[in-house]
């Protein structure tokens, strides 16, 4: 930024009618906050202080990228006349909390009410909430229109529900948005659900075109420098930052995943290969969550390629499942749930986090190069998150909160109400079966089907005994033996329980010693 926008940035001393706080995953011009804003009595607050950097050690990418994409849209601010009053990571007066800064923005501005959109974490809304109370000055918090379920909407829906499966949802919102549907009300080409045609293998190293990357102009560089300098204990590398941190290079990318990736991204969305983190995955997880991108045009951009011809019907399918099935599922099942879903731990797990999940340092293939791609990029597509780093953890029987924090710190797209769903519920199974209604667990058999991985590994996928036993393998095992009285009764468990009643109490017991031999060597308990 130029000397006279950081000028401007700093806001002014005059009173403002309405102070309205924009945090870093809020950057959309339409946001409510701006319906009824008048450039001449209103004033913006954004915010960046390094608690949010370090309530969970966040990776300096995902630092990086909140923190450039702040100061761009501070910029689009000032260009359309409003106010705005900036706190930069390495201002002298920055008290590092967002409620030290809004007290310090109501003491110099004296506002007449408070706004904020509804953020995106129960420990944020928590602070809102206080502020009416400790600065005494009304505090209007607004709902978040960018998601296409409202949460009363979800809870009504959630309501008389034994269980909440997120097909069903899926296909009430889809119904509502009259999309991929026939002019009868029937899924475009007979189905809802075309996930069986997408859990295809690579079968040699694969051709996929490179994403997007956008070249960091100078307020990025300088926020790279930033981080580097104010936060330098931050975990992750910075040196290939690649995020879109404008609306402009938002919209860029998601035409160059409709055109480039999109025709492919459904068979193989479920695959992996060694040192190919993107593959055909859309890349646009960010650019959502900070508000860069609307889920509205994501669906109309892919639903308009495959009515075009360009893009087959499971690709985009199971592209606009995920915006608009599983992420406002996830949302929903975020606040219905309280803030103290955070907290549970279904399966009394208590393991440490290993070491390697900081240092990529592993014999394993996989985990070395999913771990290797999350401390590079800050990067990982759903199945590295969920079958092979979340799933190491669960069957390794590290406690949920410590993989939980370090998803919502590790990943540049990470905001509490998409990461802790998705990791305590799905990868832990730590929600009692909220979220999925079986754990997904699995041994080295399943990474060895859909990737490269185990080629050349030290371990054997198939061996559960031994010095070349795969880690996962034996811990998948173990982890069944562990659970065996919790699982009886889940349905969908019986048929791999039977094969655990199948072992003589000698191999289980053998299995058993061998888990723990490796728990004690990754560290996730003591000898």
């Given at each position: 930024?130029?000397?006279?926008?950081?000028?401007k940035l700093?806001?002014?001393a005059?009173s403002?009618?309405t102070l309205a706080?924009?945090?870093?995953?809020q950057?959309?011009?339409t946001s409510?906050?701006?319906d009824d804003?008048?450039?001449?009595?209103?004033?913006?607050?954004?915010m960046?202080?390094?608690?949010e950097s370090?309530?969970?050690?966040?990776?300096r990418q995902?630092?990086?990228l909140?923190?450039?994409?702040?100061?761009?849209?501070?910029?689009?601010?000032?260009e359309?006349?409003?106010?705005?009053?900036?706190?930069?990571?390495?201002?002298?007066?920055?008290?590092?909390t967002?409620?030290g800064?809004?007290?310090?923005a109501?003491?110099?501005l004296?506002?007449q009410r408070?706004?904020?959109?509804?953020p995106?974490?129960?420990?944020?809304?928590?602070?809102?909430?206080?502020w009416?109370?400790?600065?005494?000055v009304?505090?209007?918090?607004?709902?978040d229109t960018?998601f296409l379920?409202p949460?009363?909407?979800?809870?009504?829906?959630?309501?008389?529900?034994?269980?909440m499966?997120?097909e069903?949802?899926?296909?009430?919102?889809?119904?509502?948005?009259n999309?991929?549907?026939t002019?009868d009300?029937?899924?475009?080409?007979?189905e809802?659900?075309y996930?069986k045609l997408?859990r295809k293998?690579?079968?040699s190293?694969?051709?996929?075109?490179?994403?997007?990357t956008p070249?960091?102009?100078?307020?990025?560089?300088?926020?790279?420098?930033?981080?580097?300098?104010?936060?330098?204990d931050l975990?992750?590398?910075?040196?290939d930052?690649?995020?879109?941190?404008?609306r402009a290079?938002?919209l860029?990318?998601?035409d160059?995943?409709i055109?480039r990736?999109?025709p492919?991204?459904?068979?193989?969305q479920?695959a992996?290969?060694t040192?190919a983190?993107?593959?055909?995955?859309?890349l646009?997880?960010?650019s959502?969550?900070?508000?860069?991108?609307d889920?509205?045009?994501?669906?109309?951009?892919?639903?308009a390629a495959?009515?075009?011809?360009?893009?087959?019907?499971n690709?985009v399918e199971?592209f606009v499942r995920?915006?608009?099935?599983?992420r406002?599922?996830i949302?929903?099942?975020?606040?219905?749930e309280g803030p103290?879903?955070?907290?549970?731990n279904?399966?009394?797990?208590h393991?440490?986090?290993?070491k390697m999940?900081w240092t990529g340092d592993?014999?394993?293939?996989?985990?070395?190069?999913?771990?290797g791609s999350?401390?590079?990029?800050?990067?990982?597509h759903h199945?590295?998150?969920l079958?092979?780093?979340?799933?190491?953890?669960?069957i390794a029987?590290?406690?949920?909160?410590a993989?939980?924090?370090?998803?919502?710190?590790?990943?540049?797209?990470?905001?509490?109400?998409?990461?802790?769903?998705?990791?305590?519920?799905?990868?832990?199974?730590?929600d009692?079966?909220?979220?999925?209604?079986k754990?997904?667990?699995?041994?080295?058999?399943?990474?060895d089907?859909m990737?490269?991985y185990?080629?050349?590994c030290r371990?054997d996928?198939?061996?559960r005994d031994?010095?070349a036993a795969?880690?996962?393998?034996?811990?998948?095992?173990?982890?069944l033996?562990?659970?065996?009285?919790?699982?009886?009764?889940?349905?969908r468990?019986s048929?791999?329980?039977k094969?655990v009643?199948?072992?003589?109490?000698t191999?289980q017991r053998?299995?058993?010693?061998?888990a723990?031999?490796?728990r004690?060597?990754?560290g996730?308990?003591?000898s």
């Open positions: 930024m130029s000397s006279a926008r950081s000028k700093d806001g002014g005059d403002v009618r706080i924009v945090l870093g995953d950057l959309t011009h409510p906050i701006f804003f008048d450039n001449s009595r209103d004033a913006v607050l954004m960046e202080v390094s608690a370090t309530h969970v050690p966040s990776h995902r630092t990086a909140f923190l450039s994409a702040m100061r761009h849209f501070a910029v689009e601010l000032m359309r006349g409003r106010r705005v009053r900036y706190t930069r990571l390495d201002d002298e007066d920055n008290t590092h967002f409620t800064e809004v007290r310090r109501a003491a110099a004296k506002p408070l706004a904020i959109v509804h995106g974490e129960w420990r944020v809304l928590e602070m809102a909430r206080s009416e109370d400790a600065l005494d009304p505090v209007d918090i607004l709902p960018h379920c949460l009363e909407e979800f809870d009504d829906w959630a309501a008389d529900r034994r269980t499966v997120m069903h949802f899926y296909r009430r919102i889809r119904r509502g948005m999309v991929l549907l002019k009300g029937k899924p475009v080409g007979g809802w659900n996930d997408n293998a690579f079968r190293a694969p051709a996929t075109p490179p994403p997007y070249r960091p102009d100078d307020i990025t560089k300088r926020v790279m420098q930033m981080v580097e300098s104010h936060l330098p975990p992750g590398r910075l040196d930052f690649r995020w879109p941190v404008t290079e938002a860029r990318a998601l160059d995943f055109e990736r999109l492919d991204f459904g068979d193989h479920d992996m290969w040192g983190p993107w593959l055909n995955h859309s646009l997880s960010t959502l969550n900070l508000k860069l991108l889920p509205r045009e994501c669906v109309e951009k892919a639903i495959h009515e075009a011809g360009r893009a087959p019907l690709s199971g995920q915006i608009i099935g599983w406002e599922f949302r929903g099942v975020y606040w219905r103290e879903y955070a907290r549970r279904a399966l009394d797990q393991g440490a986090l290993p999940y592993t014999p394993m293939n996989c985990m070395r190069d999913c771990i999350v401390l590079q990029h800050g990067y990982g199945i590295q998150r079958m092979v780093t979340g799933n190491f953890a669960l029987g590290v406690h949920p909160r993989v939980s924090d370090w998803y919502l710190g590790m990943y540049v797209d990470a905001v509490d109400w998409v990461t802790l769903p998705n990791t305590l519920g799905m990868a832990m199974h730590a009692g079966a909220v979220v999925g209604t754990p997904y667990a699995s041994g080295g058999r399943y990474i089907r990737s490269n185990c080629a050349g371990y996928p198939t061996r031994g010095d795969c880690p996962f393998t034996v811990f998948y095992w173990d982890f033996i562990r659970n065996r009285t919790r699982f009886a009764k889940n349905t468990m048929m791999i329980l094969n009643d199948r072992m003589s109490e191999e053998a299995l058993r010693d061998k723990r031999s490796l004690i060597e990754f996730v308990e003591q």
